[in-house]
Structures are given as C-alpha cells and as structure tokens.
C-alpha cells in the first residue's frame, strides 16, 4: 500500500512539474522580454524598464481597436448563439436533430476559411453581394467585410459556435414548467422567450458572453484577413507583424502580449466568480420531464431562421470559395472572367497542400492520442485523487483558456530559440504546443465524465487487490472510455484547425494547414488560395469521417 | 613639356572614361570560381561534387518570391537531379524570412541550405553573424561586380526586382493615370492606392528613394492618402484588378508582365523620374544541412539555364548579360532605373521600418 502511494505521489509530482513547465515556461519569457528597453534583439535583456507598456498606452489605436472588433464580435455571437439555442433546445421546429448536429459546420469551416470567403462575398467593390448591389442601382457598397463591423461579423459566424454550446447547454436543463406557467398565464411565446426564458438562463448566457469576449480577444484569422489589407490591426495581428520583420520587435510584441493576456486573466476570473456564483435554481432534484414549446406556422419561420444562419455561415461561403477557385485570376466582373481548372492542378503541387495537410493530419493525431492519455491522467488526479496539489494543478491546467494562443506561440518562439535543445522548427515544439493550449479542452472533456463515475467502483478494484496503474487501466479508463473518446476527436480537430499558435511556429519541415493558407493567401492570391482551402476542408472532413466510423464501430465491436 | 603633361593627364583620363564600361568585365574575366577546374554536368559548370549532393538527397530553399514560382522553380531542379528533393522550402517576404531563418539558427536548429533575399539590410546582417559560406560559383564570371558582394562568394544577383506605378485601365484611363511618382500625391488617389509592406526591400528601395529625390515631406504627404501595405506583389495586383485599389504605387514589374500576359486589364507606367530597382539575391547557407547540393543548386540558378527559367517563365530581368529580357518586358538598356546607394540605404533601414510601419496603420 506504502510503496503504491508512493507511486502514486510521484507520479502525481511528475505530472504537476511537466504541466506547470509546459504553461509557465513561455510566460516566464514573455515577461522577461516586454519589460527589456535595451537591444530589442538581445537575450538575455541588458536593460529592464516599462518602457514599453508606456508606448503601447500612449497610443492606444490598436488596443482600442481590439476592444472594438471583440464586443461588436461578442454581441453578435450572443444574439446568434442565444436564437439558435433556443429554437433548437426549447421549440418543435422541424428537423431539429439534424438542424442541431448542422450547427457544427461553422466550426469545422473556421474562421480563416470562412473569412477568405466572405472576403470574396463582401469586399467593398469587388464582393459578388455587392455587385449584385450595384447591378440593382446601388452607389455605395451595402456590406464592407474589411470594416470593424465585417471583422466583428465574420468572428462572430465561425468563432461564436462556443456561444451556441453554452447557452444550449442551460436551456436544456431548465424546468419547462416555468415556461408553461407563464403561457398559462396568458403571455405569447416570443413574450415568454424574452420574459421568462431568457432571464432563467440569464447567467449563462452572461458567462457565454463574458467566456466569448475572451476568445474574440484573442482571435487571429479573421482579422489578419480581413483587418491587415486595410490599414486595422488588432493585438495579435500587430504582434504577429512587429515579430516577423528585420528586425523584429520583440519587446513591444511581448508587451502587448501581456496586456492582452492580463485582460483576458481578468475576463476569464470573472467568469469563474459569476459561474461559481450562481447557482442553477432551475435545476433541481425534481424530476421533470423537457417539453419543447408547441409553435404552430411559426416553427416554419424559426426553420428558415436556422437554414439562414447556416447559409450564411457555410453553404454561400463554400459556394464563394468554388467560384474564385475556378477563376484564372480574380475577377467578379463577366467580361474579365477566364475560367479554370489550373488553380486545383497548382495547389497539388505546393509544398502547403502537400506536406502541410500531411504535418496536420499527423500533428492532430499525435496530439488527441498523447493528449488523451495526459489530460485523462490529469482529470483523474483533479478529481479522483487526494493528493495535495491537486487545487493547484487545476488551476495551472486551466490557465492556458487565459492566454492568447498567438501570445502563446510567441512565448514558446522566445523561450525555445535560447534554448540547447534544438527543437524550434520541430514537429515536436507544435506538438508542445498543441499539448498546453488545449489542455483546457481535453480536461473539460474528460472530467465531464469523471465527475459521473461513481468512486467505489475504483475502490472496489484497489479492495481487491489491483495496484493504481492497473486500476486505471483496467476499471477507469474503459469506464471512461465515452469521455476519452469525446476528447479525441476534439483534439483532433482543435490541433487541425490551429492558426494562432503554429503561425510563429512553422517552419520549412513544419508546415501546417492554417498558416499556409495564410501564406498563400499573402503570396499566391485568393483563386489559388480558395482552391487550397476547398482541398484542405474536404480532406479534413473526409479524415473526421472515417474516424468517427472507425470509432463507431469500435464501441460496437465491444459493445457485442 | 608641361603642355605634353596635361595633354597625357586629359587623354588618360578619357582612356580611363572609354574603359570605365568595361572595367566592370575585366574585373569579372578576373575572377577564381572555388574550385580550379569545374566539372560540367547537366549542362552547366559547377563545383559541386555531384555524388555527394545526391547522396545528401535534398536541398533547402528560403526565398521571397512568389510560391508557385519557387515550386515550379524547385521542380526543375528536381527534374535535372530526380535523387534530390526540392519539396522542403520556405517561402516569406524578405524581412519575414530572415527573422524567421534568425530564430531557427539562434536555437540551434539549421533547417536552410539556400536563402533568397530581396534586401541588402538583412544580407548585411547575416554575412556579419557568418551566415553565409562563401562560395564562388564558376558562374561568377558571367555577374559584373555590382551584381555580387565585396568578396564575391556571399551572395550574387539573380534578378533586378524594378517596380513603376500600374492602374485598372476599366478604371482610371491613360489621360488622367500617374505620370511621376509626385503624381500619387494627388487628392484624387486618397484610399486607393496600394504598396507593399515593410518586410519588403524593393518597398524600401522606394522608400529611400524617393526620400532622397524629394525629402522626407514626400512620405508626409503620402501618409495622408492612407495607402494600404500588402504583404505580396500578387495580393497588390488582384486588388488592382478587382477594383478595391486604383493605383499600384509600387508595382513589380515582373508581376504586371505575368498579370498582363494572363490577359489582365491593367497598364504600367515607368515615371518620368525613373523605374525604383532593388535586387533579389542569393547565397549558400552555413551550417545548412545539405552543403553539396546548395553548391549545386546555385550553380544551376546562376546558370543560363537557370536564369532563362527565371526570365521566360517568371518575367523577372536577369543580371546576365546573355539571358533574354522576359516575355513582353524592355531590356535593361533601355529602363531608367534608380537603384540606392546600397551603404546609406543600410544605414536608414531601420529607420524605413520604423517609418513605414507607422505610414501603414500600425502604430
């Protein structure tokens, strides 16, 4: 018993050390670096003052900026993500199961992919819905996709899904009897959904926006797409471009870095004190049963309220992406159109397509298998041990939701390129990466799971004589197995879809898909680019198929 | 015998005016490849042993052209020597690639065999941290001295990037389009025109440039039209053929010739003052992974064959007196070109990054 506590404990040490490392590392870099006035390029700094925050708040353009675009962001992605979540949790629109499993497509499409096609849908003068606009006497462009607003908007689609899963989330476990009295009580639905509905789940929907503010705060894609071609810089788009110039700034990079981070700390405690808080009033030891509302003609409406958003968010985005992408050069304007099918012949051919969807691919697979298997570990010490520590541990293995993943990535570049080991330029820096900015993830994941095991059945297994290690392999991961495989497909896809981190991070043996379609966007133009996305999003999706199959039919092999 | 004295000055001095064109090809019948006798192979002379670089099985390309240039230029190199692979390259614009090849060799890790530059700022730089090998290609011979560096062996030439203003003949017509580089300045063009970015060099070549012929006022003045700053010559182009920009204030020639040849509506103008030239230069890597097969890649790229890819295929002007100008494009004899005195213009290069950055929105 002594001697398996004592493996216990140090494999527990381990692991508290090996993750503290991981989150703590790079920020111990980033800070060091904002605060050195001396040579930006030396290391280490022979010079320590604040210099640096004091010009970033002496003008305060982009810090401004940021805050602009994340609230536009965060208010759209609310209003989108409170309406769907209640015509999906709370009516008997049509299809709902199938509505419900579509409301994922924006995620997977990602806000790089989907800001390159609203870019071809809503430019000023060249957007195809604009033209349509001139062509019935517009003067004026109706949409402009490069203002704060088209930034704010395109964040909004492919980032605000998060807003979509929260609120649902509460919707579903309210009591529907609170509804029903108020119908009863003579008010209308709509008047019940903003009277009643939305106050019940009022502190979720206050979570999701203050959880979605943070995400936006950090954004990267849709505004180095959108924003840089036009002047407008937000926090990681500056630092992203201070970094990769010679010579590169990097204390005044890092210094935004930390301001961002310091912002999104306080943005993230807060939601922690309004989730700790309050309390689910609504969810009750009663048993109720949920019953969806009865909307009558109106259920059309609410459909077309749903096939709305999904077109917007996928089909015409993807329509776009196919129209540039079979052009030989970009052009909206009939009489310049050439077609082609040269665009799909060349993006075989380069280096992004080739080896990046392969570096992706294998990146995403080593970081759901390895990420599995640690982040299982760690939920089990969180909340199935009783080592001390523990407290702590959750708390370093949910910092990374408060860091900037391309502050992040900045911190791994300043902290790797000084070290011995020569691994910057690595798959296996990504793969660190990867592994501490979605620890959050994987953990949330699992412990979701964990929470719901019962302990004596653990207990049971150790009364009877297993050690820790064979406990774990035999009785908590199998029964574990729903959230661990949960975690590995989020992983997956989480590691797929990448942008912020990797962009400082890639290199010639290290190309990923996210940054390449930045790169080529940059150097190769939007009709090569879309046809690399296009290739890009169906191979990833073809790849999620068949492991999701693979799984199904895992469980159902053991399941007989 | 005083008369006959100055009489010999003047005629020595106009002996050394006649011969001062041709100074530039003594020096360069002059010049020792690395090695005494090169070996011919594919076509062309090189120094590299040709076993080994096929044994080190790949080469490694950091460049700033445009990507589906280097990989249909990697390609052909491929095809030439099938057992080295051109798959791994890394394409970014100038100042990106350097801070980015700067990272990987300050962590120790030596990814690059081959770096392309567009700025002499970054090669500056990197010959003073002994980045590069250097090499003599039996190529050399072809470069005149201005077109290599001092030694020769660091670096050299493979194109002059030349850059003049352009605009969407749908939408601005010849009468009323940009003559001069002052011409930007007027109020009519406000939030419409395009440069490039500051991890450009030919952008910095202008910059300073036009700084000197019209002095800092004329970015002042610039800074009010609100131009944008793009990351690539290809995004500038699309934009200007989309009508989201009038003006290129900084078009790349070679794009225009390609953009034009695809059948393009757009027009390119060389200002009455001159076209703004910088050059796109490369060299072998230290410490690179692959030093035989860099040797011969440059070798092929300073090649004839090499460099009429480089002309034919990707409208670039090469330094080689006896390549062909690109499909379309002037011959260099016949373009007034303002290149910078490259020793000032290193001196002000931070300066420019400064100024441009703030000139572009991000401050």
Known sequence: MGARLHMQTVITAGVILVCAGLVLYPLFFLGQVALNTGDPTAWPPDQYGLDNFDGLFHSPGILLNTLHVSALATAMAIVIGFTMAWILARTDVPWRGTLESLMSLPYYVTPLVGALAWSALAAPNSGFLNQVWYAVGGVQPLFNINSPLGIAWVMALFEGSVAFVMISAAMKSMDPALEESSQVLGAGKFETMLRVTLPLVAPAVLGATIFVFAEMLGSFSAAAILGMPERFYVVTTAIWTLVIRFPPDFPLAAAMGISLFGVMLAMMYLYGRIMRATTYVTITGKAFRPRLMQMGWTRWLLFAVCVAYLVVAVFLPMLALLYVSLLKFATIFPKDIIWTLENYQTALNLGPVRSALGTSLLLGLLTATVGVLLMGLLSWIIYRSRTPGRGFLEYIVMFPQSVPRLVFGLGLLLGWVVMPIPVYGTIWLLLLAYLTVFMPLGVRTVSGVMVQLDKSVEECARVCGASWLYQLRTVTMPLLRPGLSAAWVLLFIASVREVGTSVLLVGPRTKVIGPAIISSWESSGLQLTAAMALIQVTIVFAALLVLLRVAGRMARIEGE | ?363
């Open chain 2, 1 to 363: 015998m005083r008369l006959t004295t100055a009489t010999s000055t003047v005629v020595l001095i106009l002996l050394m005016l006649v011969a001062a064109p041709d100074r530039g090809a003594a020096e360069t019948a002059a010049i020792q490849s690395s090695c005494p006798t090169p070996t011919e192979v594919k076509g062309f002379l090189t120094c590299a042993d040709v076993d080994k670089a096929e044994a080190e099985g790949a080469v490694v390309y950091y460049g700033p052209d445009i990507e589906r240039q280097i990989v249909a230029f990697l390609q052909k190199f491929n095809a030439l020597f099938p057992k080295i692979d051109t798959k791994q390259y890394l394409r970014e614009q100038t100042g990106r690639l350097y801070a980015k090849l700067n990272a990987e060799r300050q962590a120790g890790t030596y990814l690059a065999d081959v770096l392309a530059l567009s700025d002499l700022a970054p090669a500056f730089d990197f010959i003073k941290k002994d980045g590069y090998v250097p090499y003599v290609s039996p190529q050399m011979a072809a470069y005149e001295p201005r077109f290599r560096s001092d030694p020769p062996g660091y670096y050299t030439w493979y194109t002059m990037v030349l850059a003049g203003i352009a605009y969407n003949t749908d939408v601005v017509s010849e009468a009323e389009a940009p003559k001069s580089w002052k011409d930007l300045l007027d109020p009519k063009w406000r939030g419409s025109i395009n440069f490039k970015d500051s991890a450009s060099g030919l952008q910095g070549a202008q910059w300073f440039m036009l700084r000197k012929l019209y002095g800092d006022q004329f970015w002042k003045d610039m800074a009010k039209q609100q131009p944008r700053a793009l990351p690539s010559t290809v995004q500038q182009y699309e934009r200007l053929i989309n009508r989201e920009d009038k003006i290129i204030g900084l078009a790349q020639y070679s794009t225009f010739l390609e953009f034009k040849a695809k059948g393009a509506p757009i027009a390119f103008v060389v200002p009455t003052e001159g076209l703004v030239g910088t050059a796109q230069f490369v060299g072998v890597v230290s410490k690179g992974p692959h030093p035989e097969a860099a040797k011969l890649f440059l070798d092929w790229f300073l090649s004839p064959l090499g460099q009429e890819i480089m002309s034919r295929e990707f409208y670039h002007h090469s330094p080689r007196p006896d390549v062909a100008p690109p499909p379309g494009g002037k011959p260099i004899s016949e373009l007034n070109i303002l290149f910078p005195d490259w020793n000032e213009y290193i001196k002000a290069h931070t300066q420019y990054v400064r100024a441009w950055n703030a000139l572009s929105g991000l401050r």
